[in-house]
């Protein structure tokens, strides 16, 4: 099936550091969406994109779609201990109109030293 | 509070058994999606319901079901259990189609012993 390929797989740095996470594919998408799960929780959505070269920030974090619509990044800065968490990034993959399926890359996990 | 409310929190059970999973959409969502999250596959979509009717399916197995009721409820139902459907399992809903931001409740973690 269709993937994501999330990186890195897991990060360890310093508080006050910035932080900068990737999701590529070869699919195209039309939608990408960046949430963090914290433990025994469901995700929460953080940011969506739905433009090429689109630009989003939601305090310290900041999304991009990517030009070719194959990639999308998410930034944090600043870090503090309550970054922790496992960060996925999900592109909507369209088979036709608003119908499509959610593919999920398969997360980084952020740790952060007090 | 993303508004989507799931039920139980925690199963557990044995092998061969069935079970159910219930979630709530947010008010005034039409859409419900069920995945199961494990620590190998991480987020795999199974099915999508709106408005009722199945609109879009991923990997779901044979020996899983699931519906959406006139209040817009959801079930999943998981029967024949085996030891490898041990997971989370999460449900998501959104206004209407899957290209809108999905909102996930917090998950039923289900232990097959």
């Known amino acids: 099936g269709q993937q994501l390929n999330q990186s890195p797989q897991s990060m360890f740095i310093q508080e006050g550091e910035d932080v900068s996470m990737n999701c590529t594919s070869s699919?195209?998408?039309?939608?990408w969406l960046w949430y963090k799960q914290d433990p025994g929780e469901g995700p929460v959505l953080l940011i969506a994109l739905y433009k090429a070269g689109e630009l989003t920030s939601n305090g310290r974090l900041t999304a991009q779609f990517g030009i070719t619509r194959k990639d999308s990044f998410l930034n944090i800065s600043a870090s503090i201990p309550s970054d922790v968490g496992i960060y996925f990034c999900a592109g909507f993959l369209s088979y036709g109109g608003s119908q499509g399926n959610l593919i999920f890359g398969k997360g980084t996990k952020l740790s952060v030293k007090p | 509070d993303s508004g989507v409310t799931q039920t139980p929190k925690h199963l557990i059970t044995a092998t061969g058994q069935r079970v159910t999973l219930r979630c709530s959409p947010r008010s005034g969502d039409l859409s419900v999606y069920w995945y199961q999250q494990s620590l190998d596959q991480g987020l795999q979509f199974l099915i999508q319901y709106y408005n009722g009717e199945e609109r879009a399916k991923g990997n779901i197995l044979e020996r899983f079901s699931a519906q959406q009721f006139p209040d817009l409820h959801s079930e999943l139902n998981l029967s024949s259990l085996e030891l490898g459907d041990s997971a989370l399992y999460f449900c998501?809903?959104?206004?209407?189609?899957?290209?809108?931001?999905?909102?996930f409740g917090d998950g039923t973690r289900l232990s097959i012993l």
């Open positions: 699919s195209i998408f039309n939608t």
């Open positions: 998501a809903s959104s206004v209407e189609g899957s290209n809108q931001p999905q909102h």
